[in-house]
T-cell receptor, first 110, second 112 residues
Framework: QKEVEQDPGPLSVPEGAIVSLNCTYS??????FMWYRQYSRKGPELLMY????GNKEDGRFTAQVDKSSKYISLFIRDSQPSDSATYLC??????????FGGGTRVLVKP | EPEVTQTPSHQVTQMGQEVILRCVPI?????FYWYRQILGQKVEFLVS????????KSEIFDDQFSVERPDGSNFTLKIRSTKLEDSAMYFC??????????FGSGTQLSVL
């Protein structure tokens, strides 16, 4: 079983729709959960940072962590064409190493 | 807004040559990292650096790789003798005490 699994997509939605992304993981030691956005040939850009279980909202973005199910989600409301990118989940335990999912490619069509 | 800066954006080298990738982390950050992403693959951890020493490294980070913070602002990754399979996008990242990692735009390394 892969340590972090993420559906590669592509996920195509019309402008204004809610984008729903998720990752599953196997390592119960993970405590910190992040979502990054990556445009083609650019560095990952931090969107959301969550510690342990629960929900966190920031503007159009909502991150959810369910540690009992080893499942994390990111929701993007009122999606825009500029949201078209690859979204990476990432997580870490107490150490320094960040483990990434493979990324989900999202296309928001005008 | 502060950002992590990486130079060069693209580096082409011959197999067996040494390369140095450079990074300027965010100024008040304490933790520094190198990651890489081979085309079409996951972003992979290479090494973390804190208090002037390596704090953790992956199995990828073998004796061909080294990191250095030569002064108060730069952080470098050296690959001593490049191989074809070292071709990848290399990302530098830094974090403060909250441990949220901020990444640079990357250096695309092409080994011919």
């Amino acid at each position: 079983q892969k340590e972090v699994e993420q559906d590669p997509g592509p996920l195509s939605v019309p402008e204004g729709a809610i984008v729903s992304l998720n990752c599953t993981y196997s390592n119960s030691a993970f405590q910190y959960f992040m979502w990054y956005r990556q445009y083609s040939r650019k560095g990952p850009e931090l969107l959301m940072y969550t510690y342990s279980s629960g929900n966190k909202e920031d503007g159009r973005f909502t991150a959810q962590v369910d540690k009992s199910s080893k499942y994390i989600s990111l929701f993007i409301r009122d999606s825009q064409p500029s949201d078209s990118a690859t979204y990476l989940c990432a997580m870490k335990a107490a150490g320094n190493k960040l483990t990434f999912g493979g990324g989900t490619r999202v296309l928001v069509k005008p | 807004e502060p950002e992590v800066t990486q130079t060069p954006s693209h580096q082409v080298t011959q197999m067996g040559q040494e390369v140095i990738l450079r990074c300027v982390p965010i100024s008040n950050h304490l933790y520094f990292y190198w990651y890489r992403q081979i085309l079409g693959q996951k972003v992979e951890f290479l090494v973390s650096f804190y208090n002037n020493e390596i704090s953790e490294k992956s199995e990828i980070f073998d004796d061909q790789f080294s990191v250095e913070r030569p002064d108060g602002s730069n952080f470098t990754l050296k690959i001593r003798s490049t191989k074809l399979e070292d071709s990848a996008m290399y990302f530098c990242a830094s974090s403060g005490t909250v441990r949220q990692l901020f990444f640079g735009s990357g250096t695309q390394l092409s080994v011919l």
